[in-house]
């Protein structure tokens, strides 16, 4: 197998240009300008503001541009077509790149390879974290140089993964913006009557954490909220402390329980839920920043309560019950308890259930396969930059 030093080495620098077109920016006005998204994600056309610099530079179709701050983090691209004449801040670089020497869709994926954002970010933290990387850093940068049409063909196969990535992706919105309507529809229909959810659903705030129980002779695990997504559990930090007997029997989570961020300084999390469905063995308690909503036999389902939460979030409803604070909005227990349920019965909840859930997994499924297509992306594109496979032209 042919290795990665067969191709010939370059630097940046040798086959780009840096653009140096600017214009004059009128003081008080606001201007539209670019920005670039983190880790390949293109560039964009950012919110009118008042620029602090007397001159902006202007892009143009084609421009290979990048972003000094956090490089590290990956944002670089070439300028699309709907941009061409966008404005840019001085933290943007702008160069053309000779198209006979160098595709500049091969260099941002030259830039975002994994090793490459590594070395990019060792650069930085040699500097004392400086967060800066600048036009000498880039022009000076070695790059692996093969013919143009094998870059060029190496973009378009790493395109039409992305392509793929995007179409699974969108799909997965669309599908979730159905279920959003059919959850709102089902999950709170005028025609059930009210309740108050204390009576549809078994509501407990969690026990409060104190520096006390950070050790003793029953430490338990505990989830708090920030375990708790979108309907997802994050469960790659789950802290412990002393849990007794009976608190365990008190706090210790069900199969099927749903868990809600009682409270956050940011709207967006306050109401989010999640169901526990015994990821973790043995037994697992929640503190006091979630509640624990369980079903009652013979009023409720958990797969029903599971949709209920998730709609009363969806629909700004957690977020309503939920006073002003000084700095955090709080739900409460006896606000979650005193909440209106239009609560159906049980044989119309797993009806409901029954068309909501096959929805749901098909959203799950297709996040999955984007997930997955990721993944086989970032190694193709390793195996394409390494030679590991070879490409035709």
């Known amino acids: 197998m042919d290795s990665m030093a067969e191709w010939p ?12 077109e600017k ?33 902006l530079s202007r892009a143009r179709e084609g421009d290979f541009v990048f972003c000094r701050i956090d490089a590290q983090k990956g944002p670089f691209a ?23 020497a ?27 974290g400086r967060a800066r990387w600048k036009e000498p850093d880039f022009e000076a940068w070695p790059i692996p140089h093969p013919p143009a049409p094998v870059q060029s063909r190496i973009a378009d196969v790493i395109a039409s993964v992305d392509e793929a990535i995007s179409a699974t992706e969108s799909e997965a919105e669309r599908l979730a913006v159905i279920l959003k309507i059919r959850r709102a529809a089902l ?52 802290l412990s402390m002393d849990f007794n007997e009976r608190e365990r029997e008190r706090y210790a989570l069900q199969y099927g329980d749903v868990l809600v961020s009682e409270g956050s300084a940011g709207a967006d999390a306050v109401g989010m839920p999640a169901a526990w469905h015994s990821e973790i063995e ?9 509640l624990r909503y369980r079903a009652v036999e013979g009023r409720s389902t958990p797969a029903f309560v599971r949709h209920w939460c998730l709609w009363a979030y969806e629909s700004g409803t957690f977020r309503d019950v939920a006073p002003e604070g000084v700095n955090i909005k ?11 349920v239009r609560l159906p019965g049980v044989d119309e909840q797993h009806a409901i259930v029954a068309e909501l859930d096959p929805l749901s997994e098909a959203v799950e499924s297709l996040r999955d396969e984007a997930s997955r297509l990721r993944v086989a992306r970032a ?13 035709s032209v």
């Open 23 to 55: 214009v004059s920016i009128t003081p008080g006005l606001e201007y539209e300008t670019m920005g670039v998204r983190w880790y390949g994600k293109g560039a964009y056309r950012r919110s009118a503001s008042r620029p602090q610099t007397k001159t």
């Open 102 to 128: 160098l595709d500049a869709r091969f260099l941002v994926l030259w830039f975002l390879n994994q090793s490459t954002l590594d070395k990019t970010g060792r650069l930085r933290d040699g500097r004392d």
């Open 330 to 340: 709080h739900i409460g227990d006896k606000r979650a308890r005193a909440m209106a």
């Open 282 to 290: 043995g037994p697992v308690c929640f503190q006091n920043t979630l």
């Open 78 to 100: 070439v300028v699309p077509a709907a941009l061409d004449g966008a404005l840019v801040t001085n933290e943007f670089p702008l160069y053309s790149v000779d198209p006979t």
């Open 379 to 391: 190694a193709l594109l390793d195996a394409l930059l390494t030679r590991k496979v070879e490409i």
């Open 187 to 238: 999950a709170n229909n005028a025609i059930y009557a009210e309740v108050s959810a204390h009576t549809a659903f078994d509501i407990r705030l969690g026990r409060m954490r104190s520096p006390q129980r950070a050790t003793g002779p029953s430490m338990t695990p505990y989830l708090r909220s920030a375990n708790i997504g979108y309907d997802v559990l994050r469960l790659d930090d789950v």
């Open 9 to 20: 080495t370059t630097t940046v620098g040798r086959h780009v240009e840096r653009q140096t």
